[in-house]
């Protein structure tokens, strides 16, 4: 299993950039990428989980309306702030069957593979 985030950038605040995640070695339907990121100082927050079935994506409220997951594995990042500057990383966690239905859930804890992060930085 291999994953890998790319697209590390330095932009002007109110641009854009694009991640994607090379994931290998894995159904991507059976697993949950999360987008999590880390900036100097701060504890690694999850910012996007994609569920692998059928790319439906759920936003931390810090990002909600500004990253789109276009599918399962690109992430487009737009109106980007100081505040987004961090080391982004993407990461796998297995779904799960529970109440009837297959859980797709991006808890830090919970992802079973991650890729090494690329560097995002926000600065005029």
């Known amino acids: 299993v291999q994953l890998q985030a790319s697209g590390r950038g330095l932009v002007q605040p109110g641009g854009s950039l694009r991640l994607s995640c090379a994931a290998s070695g894995f159904n991507l339907n059976d697993y949950a990428i999360g987008w999590f990121r880390q900036a100097p100082g701060k504890k690694r927050e999850a910012v996007v989980c994609?569920?692998?079935s059928d790319g439906s994506a759920y936003y931390s409220n810090s990002v909600k309306g500004r990253f789109t997951a276009e599918n399962t594995v690109l992430l487009q990042m737009d109106r980007l702030g100081p505040e987004d500057t961090a080391v982004y990383s993407c990461?796998?966690?297995?779904?799960?069957?529970?109440?009837?239905?297959?859980?797709?859930?991006?808890?830090?804890?919970?992802?079973?593979?991650w890729g090494r992060g690329t560097q995002v930085t926000v600065s005029s």
């Open positions: 994609v569920q692998g």
């Open positions: 990461a796998a966690a297995p779904r799960a069957y529970a109440g009837g239905s297959w859980q797709y859930i991006c808890s830090e804890n919970g992802m079973a593979y």
